[in-house]
């Protein structure tokens, strides 16, 4: 069975950095689609970015250039590096699986979830 744990998460001030992770037990990497989305209160989960284990890696507009997603095999792990918070970037984060090819932004889309870590972004 795949679990997902997500760390990281905390209080940063706007223009700040945090680094979360998603560590995925139960299985390796092979097959599987690592995304993180996030949702604040009254507002729809959205997706933030993934990383296909075919190595492709996709990022929602509202983060690109500000945070970057990444694999640790070694460790079985995904962090999510955020530079550059904004105010507009306190929600939850989700980290989810999913052996899918397509549609890879759409929740979904994905099998697996953990429990989410908080992030709240000060102004």
């Known amino acids: 069975q795949v679990q997902l744990v997500e760390s990281g998460g905390g209080l940063v001030q706007a223009g700040g950095s945090l680094r979360l992770s998603c560590v995925l037990s139960g299985r390796t990497f092979s097959g599987y689609t690592i995304g993180w989305f996030r949702q604040a209160p009254g507002a729809p989960r959205e997706f933030v970015a993934a990383?296909?284990?075919?190595?492709?890696?996709y990022y929602a507009d509202s983060v690109k250039g500000r945070f970057t997603i990444s694999t640790d095999n070694a460790k079985a792990t995904v962090p999510l590096q955020m530079n550059s918070l904004k105010p507009e970037d306190t929600a939850i984060y989700y980290c989810?699986?999913?052996?899918?090819?397509?549609?890879?932004?759409?929740?979904?889309?994905?099998?697996?979830w953990g429990q989410g870590t908080q992030v709240t972004v000060s102004s």
């Open positions: 989810a699986a999913t052996t899918a090819y397509l549609s890879l932004t759409s929740y979904s889309s994905y099998n697996y």
């Open positions: 990383s296909s284990w075919t190595g492709a890696l």
